[in-house]
């Protein structure tokens, strides 16, 4: 458990493997994933979701603002144990009300 917090600045590492030919990259079972392609990307937490898919946590990462090679889209979720602390806490931006995760038990409310 990184005990990871909204505003932590991460890095993702995806599990790594080797491909037919032996070259070493992401591992085959996660390549067609769409998290795949942000592997080396560093972000920032912007929101946790302590229920996340299956009962695992997941945490949303914003990778505006940092020095990224290509990535599709600005954010992803993750699973923690695809990210990897940079070490820098609270460095980003914390919206009103959205990047807060209510405790277990609690309802958050919906705003549309």
Do not use: C
Request: proline share 9%; aromatic share 8%; no cysteine.
């Amino acid at each position: 458990m990184l005990n990871l917090k909204v505003g932590d600045e991460v890095k993702v590492r995806m599990p790594e493997g080797r491909n037919n030919r032996g070259v070493k990259g992401v591992h085959l079972m996660y390549i067609t994933s769409a998290e795949a392609k942000f592997d080396g990307a560093v972000g920032v937490i912007t929101r946790i979701n302590p229920r996340g898919s299956h009962g695992i946590p997941q945490f949303l990462v914003d990778f505006r603002n940092h020095d990224n090679p290509y990535i599709p889209w600005q954010a992803q979720w993750f699973r923690e144990n695809w990210l990897e602390p940079t070490g820098k806490r609270g460095v980003g931006d914390q919206p009103e009300d959205e990047a807060v995760t209510p405790p277990d038990g609690v309802a958050k409310p919906v705003h549309q």
